[in-house]
């Protein structure tokens, strides 16, 4: 058993179930087993909500989903639960501002992260801009949401950002792409002084043909995680079959100083689609982690995901057995220890 610790806050009344009984010993990771916590057709106008974020915040939680609307288009919702399970959503869609408090509303958005750097809250999500690509905002009280720059230029999803300044400046992760379902993609690091403008990007992973699991496409997941053994990063990994593509989750560590750097990644995947609502559903197959919530004092981890873009699941781990499981697993490749410019 590791004794690696977390650095972060103490989150005592985070959401928690013990290892079952009937839960597999050997993979680090285990269902919650009120599974999905989130259904299908969760408010008015609204089918389904899944790949969302959440966070602790003052006696409780609070959180920004991704809601399919009954016309197809995505839009963020803010949710606040006191147990991290039990959601209570606001009908009308999160109405971002711009800088002058004027109305800047995205043409669609989805699949938000939400991460605390400093005494400001971040969302990110993707949406339209010529082209898929990363819009942000930033928050200090939930009422208003001023957007701020698009840090990147399209394509590009799933951006992540760390929930502290590494050498002064912004880091956060995101997965360059094009502008559809696409069959490619690796994880970047990126680095900002004022959130405004981005540099430095350096190749963080790729996907992996060795890894059966992820040979088509990596993305980030939820906010790197800080421990004494390095950013614990939870990230999907996709492959292809016959019948699709498939979406599991997986596990590295990144070096807590040069993030680029990758100290340990798993070969094998953590949670991959297994109960009905992770395999039936509006795309079948899918794991997708968007968020996590975690308690240093403790070392538990509860990871928040969504299942076959239909619901929102929620699984557990400890961060002694999960980064003890990715450093027995783990494979790296050169070019997943490289930095710099090629």
């Excluded at 990063?233 to 699709?244: D, E, Q, R």
């Amino acid at each position: 058993m590791s004794d690696v610790k977390m650095i972060g806050p103490n989150v005592p009344n985070m959401p928690w179930q013990e290892r079952g009984a009937e839960t597999k010993g050997f993979m680090p990771v285990w269902r919650y087993s009120g599974n999905p916590i989130i259904g299908r057709n969760p408010l008015e106008g609204v089918a389904r909500i899944f790949n969302s974020a959440v966070i602790p915040y003052e006696d409780g939680f609070i959180g920004v989903f991704r809601g399919e609307g009954t016309d197809g288009v995505p839009h963020i919702y803010l949710g606040r639960s006191q147990n991290g399970t039990d959601w209570t959503f606001e009908k009308e869609k999160i109405q971002f501002v711009d800088e002058a408090g004027n109305p800047f509303m995205p043409i669609y958005a989805y699949d938000p992260r939400l991460v605390k750097v400093e005494e400001v809250y971040y969302m990110m999500w993707c949406q339209d801009c010529y082209g898929a690509s990363i819009g942000m905002a930033r928050t200090t009280d939930f009422k208003t949401f001023t957007r701020i720059e698009n840090p990147f230029l399209p394509f590009n999803r799933n951006a992540v950002l760390f929930p502290r300044k590494i050498d002064g400046k912004f880091m956060m992760l995101s997965r360059p792409s094009d502008s559809g379902h696409t069959p490619f993609g690796d994880i970047y690091l990126s680095e900002s002084p004022d959130m405004v403008y981005w540099g430095k990007h350096r190749h963080v992973m790729g996907k992996n043909g060795d890894h059966w699991w992820e040979n088509v496409k990596i993305g980030g997941g939820a906010a790197p995680i800080e421990t004494t053994e390095g950013w614990l990063l939870f990230y999907h990994g996709v492959t292809g079959t016959c019948n699709g593509l498939v979406y599991s989750i997986g596990g590295a560590i990144l070096d807590r100083d040069q993030p680029s750097i990758v100290k340990y990644r798993c070969a094998n995947f953590l949670l991959t689609p297994q109960e009905w609502y992770e395999e039936r559903g509006f795309v079948p197959n899918v794991t997708f982690p968007c968020a996590t919530i975690h308690d240093a004092k403790t070392g538990r981890i509860a990871i928040y995901y969504g299942a076959a873009d239909s619901y929102v699941g929620l699984a557990f781990t400890t961060v002694h057995e999960v980064v003890a499981y990715i450093k027995d697993h783990s494979r790296v490749s050169e070019s997943d220890r490289e930095i710099g410019l090629r």
